[in-house]
């Protein structure tokens, strides 16, 4: 299988599961990660093959499966995994052993919660996608962990900058410590938006017009795209990670929607990707 290479991520198989990491993170021993792609997985019809998600109308057995072949590929536990509620809003919980299971082995018993930190070893935190950004962290001295989704509502109510806080004020961890990692997600090539949303991205301080590009038409400007990694980027940089401390994808999942689920490619007829980390 010709696998897709990233300049600064790592491409990975096991076992037929293709997945994603960030070098800077495959060097901390106890961490283990992965963001997965479409590959690997047993679902089939729209959902081919790796599909992580149990609300898309996808076989329960399968979706099941799936996440059992991709904790097996990222050397995690299947029954460890506690999955986020996601609502574009910027709620962050605190996941402890007690969580293990929660949206995969039973119900989830919790809603709105687009953020996941631990500091208990054994607890797998899983956040879903399908262009919105997936947010990485951890840090190694005080050995915490965390995911978080940010989508154009999450990017632009600084969904980072608010995890990495948490991971301060609740485990006394320190931003010079923390490691960050801004997955594979909809890229400035692709991420297409009318002005009332460019116009909120364009009032934030971390926001520049290289964070932008205008397609123009009859010399007027008919729509924006914008750059959510640079923006991610830099919210994470204002919450105090030096530049070197941040891993940015370089994959589009719209441009690479035969590797990755994409929204704005395939709409919603479509399966899931997700991101885990864990600490063991
Ligand atoms: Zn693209």
């Known amino acids: 299988m010709q696998l897709m290479q990233s300049k600064n991520l790592n491409v990975n198989e096991n076992c037929g599961v293709v997945y994603y990491s960030f070098p800077a ?47 097996n590929a990222i050397s995690v536990d299947v029954n460890d995994v506690v999955i986020s509620a996601q609502e574009h809003h910027t709620v962050i919980y605190n996941a402890t052993r007690q969580d293990c299971g929660r949206g995969i082995m039973r119900e989830k018993g919790y809603s709105d919660i687009d953020g996941l930190i631990t500091n208990q070893p054994g607890v797998v935190l899983c956040t879903q996608y399908a262009d919105c950004v997936p947010l990485f962290f951890a840090d190694p001295v005080q050995r915490v962990v965390g995911t978080s989704h940010a989508g154009w509502k999450g990017t632009a109510a600084r969904i980072g900058r608010l995890t990495v806080e948490r991971m301060c004020s609740d485990y006394g961890c320190k931003p010079e410590n923390i490691i960050a990692g801004i997955g594979p997600s909809i890229g400035v090539c692709c991420f297409e938006v009318d002005t009332p949303v460019y116009e909120v991205f364009q009032a934030m301080e971390e926001a520049d017009s290289t964070c932008f590009i205008h397609k123009i038409r009859d010399n007027r400007v008919i729509k924006y795209h914008v750059d959510l990694w640079e923006i991610n980027r830099r919210i994470l940089i204002n919450a105090g990670l030096a530049p070197k401390q941040i891993t940015v994808t370089d994959l589009c999942t719209r441009c690479h929607s035969d590797v990755f689920w994409s929204h704005r490619a395939n709409g919603s007829k479509r399966g899931s990707l997700a991101g885990f980390i864990s600490m063991y």
């Open 25 to 71: 993170f495959d060097s901390i021993p106890f961490v283990r990660h992965g963001f997965s792609t479409r590959i690997g997985g047993v679902s089939g019809g729209i959902y081919e093959s790796m599909n992580l998600s149990h609300s898309r109308g996808d076989k329960k057995n399968a979706v099941d499966e799936n996440f059992k072949r991709f904790c």
